[in-house]
């Protein structure tokens, strides 16, 4: 018989097993009276919303895949039946789990997050003085993430995968070829989504977070994200945001700037840039024949400020008089226009940053902190999708999320702050 253990133990031995006193501190810090426990309509009380969202904490901090391995540990562990709250200590079929993750609104475990968070800034544990934002793959339950599907297709990005319908195409990673010839690059792409995250430097506490879709880059969903944190949380001005080059875009610095009140910690994106280029004492750049370039005037491109320099055999017949056989290297555009080139010098928020500053390094430095995390949750499972539906995703990686930051308050309350992050070992001895 699955739920005979209670019959053989007394209440005092069954409290003190170390997995029902591990969800007994974690359970305190969970406030759900935002949440309806029963149906309040026509019909019965039906399945307690509450003892739902336990049991899936429970599946995050046990990296549970599947609803049907939640189900065998809850009777594996009749302890946490009762925990959680099932009525007559009887775990629902697998549909009650999956329909709720389905049909509840994400704001409602959001919700949860929120107050979680309020109470770790209360706690003085969770701040917003220095935040990294990041972004984690998240596979889509599909065939076409299979490598030994000869018949996947990653090429046609306009394609609606079945069962899958918001899952879309988008980069996963990069692997240098191993033939020094080659200067093919080799890309891995798959289907799904991205769960976005901010998190506080300090801490590695996730802020605010969100799953969206593979193809919106992750400067928009960080704009939504920073917009969030500031409605919820309220931080002070002189925020710091913390980012890898993929946020490095021109409108996102505007927005950290002029909208958050924050200072942009961000580094250059190299794509499109040329490390290599040559400039005299005067600002101008050197051509490939090691000649002074000549400014052809200064325009304006959509939102920079850009100047243009000309060959100076072209620009000047003085200096043409001195090389009378034309360029020096022989550059077939000589016979044309001549050489240009342009050097950006809009003044706004991305070109003030003062990248070589040793202030720069030691901030960017704890971007780390993101990557942290996201290892965390990769432990949690949150890099595949157990459900089919974006909903179901959302509120699935939501509450992960939500169960870290559960950890991180029980250990609070145990006076172990140095393990708010150690979510298998926080009831351990230091």
């Known amino acids: 018989m699955q739920n005979q253990l209670p019959l053989f133990l007394s209440y005092e031995q069954v409290r003190a097993l170390?997995?029902?006193?591990?969800?007994?501190?974690?359970?305190?810090?969970?406030?759900?009276?935002?949440?309806?426990?029963?149906?309040?309509?026509?019909?019965?009380?039906?399945?307690?919303?509450?003892?739902?969202?336990?049991?899936?904490?429970?599946?995050?901090?046990?990296?549970?895949?599947?609803?049907?391995?939640?189900?065998?540990?809850?009777?594996?562990?009749?302890?946490?039946i009762?925990?959680?709250?099932?009525?007559?200590?009887?775990?629902?079929?697998?549909?009650?789990?999956?329909?709720?993750?389905?049909?509840?609104?994400?704001?409602?475990?959001?919700?949860?997050?929120?107050?979680?968070?309020?109470?770790?800034?209360?706690?003085?544990?969770l701040s917003s003085k220095i935040t990294a934002a990041d972004s984690k793959p998240v596979k889509a339950l599909t065939k076409h993430n299979n490598p030994k599907n000869?018949?996947?297709?990653?090429?046609?990005?306009?394609?609606?995968?079945?069962?899958?319908?918001?899952?879309?195409?988008?980069?996963?990673?990069?692997?240098?070829?191993?033939?020094?010839?080659?200067?093919?690059?080799?890309f891995t792409f798959f289907w799904g989504y991205r769960s976005h995250t901010i998190v506080d430097a300090e801490s590695g506490l996730s802020i605010v977070e969100g799953t969206y879709p593979n193809n919106i880059p992750d400067d928009k969903?960080?704009?939504?994200?920073?917009?969030?944190?500031?409605?919820?949380?309220?931080?002070?001005?002189?925020?710091?945001v913390v980012a890898d080059k993929a946020y490095d875009v021109r409108a996102f610095y505007t927005f950290i700037v002029e909208q958050i009140k924050a200072k942009p910690i961000i580094c250059i994106n190299p794509r499109n840039t040329q490390p290599d280029l040559k400039y005299s004492e005067k600002g101008h750049r050197i051509c490939q024949a090691g000649l002074e370039m000549t400014p052809h005037g200064i325009f304006k491109d959509g939102n920079r400020l850009r100047l243009k320099e000309r060959c100076p055999l072209k620009e000047s017949r003085k200096i043409a008089a001195k090389y009378p056989n034309g360029c020096p290297c022989d550059n077939p555009k000589f016979n044309g226009y001549g050489c240009t080139a342009y050097q950006d010098l809009t003044d706004d928020a991305r070109s003030r940053v003062q990248r070589d500053t040793p202030r720069f390094k030691q901030l960017y430095a704890k971007r780390i902190?993101?990557?942290?995390?996201?290892?965390?949750?990769?432990?949690?499972?949150?890099?595949?999708?157990?459900?089919?539906?974006?909903?179901?995703?959302?509120?699935?990686?939501?509450?992960?999320?939500?169960?870290?930051?559960?950890?991180?308050?029980?250990?609070?309350?145990?006076?172990?702050?140095?393990?708010?992050?150690?979510?298998?070992?926080f009831m351990k001895a230091a």
């Open 369 to 425: 902190v993101v990557e942290q995390t996201f290892s965390r949750l990769q432990e949690l499972e949150v890099e595949k999708a157990r459900h089919y539906s974006l909903t179901a995703i959302r509120n699935a990686n939501t509450i992960d999320y939500l169960a870290l930051a559960l950890v991180a308050l029980a250990a609070i309350r145990m006076k172990k702050p140095e393990k708010i992050r150690c979510f298998r070992t």
């Open 82 to 125: 009762y925990l959680c709250g099932f009525k007559n200590l009887i775990v629902p079929h697998n549909s009650q789990f999956y329909r709720f993750l389905k049909n509840t609104n994400h704001s409602v475990i959001e919700a949860l997050l929120y107050k979680a968070n309020k109470t770790l800034i209360d706690e003085k544990v």
């Open 150 to 186: 000869p018949n996947r297709d990653q090429k046609n990005k306009n394609r609606k995968i079945k069962r899958n319908p918001k899952a879309t195409l988008g980069y996963y990673s990069y692997l240098p070829t191993t033939d020094p010839q080659t200067k093919k690059k080799c």
């Open 221 to 240: 969903i960080a704009q939504k994200l920073y917009k969030k944190l500031k409605r919820l949380y309220k931080p002070k001005k002189g925020m710091i």
């Open 18 to 80: 170390p997995i029902v006193q591990k969800y007994e501190k974690i359970f305190a810090e969970l406030d759900l009276s935002g949440i309806s426990e029963f149906n309040c309509g026509v019909g019965a009380d039906g399945t307690s919303q509450h003892a739902l969202v336990r049991a899936f904490v429970i599946r995050s901090l046990e990296s549970l895949n599947k609803v049907s391995a939640l189900i065998r540990f809850l009777h594996a562990n009749p302890a946490l």
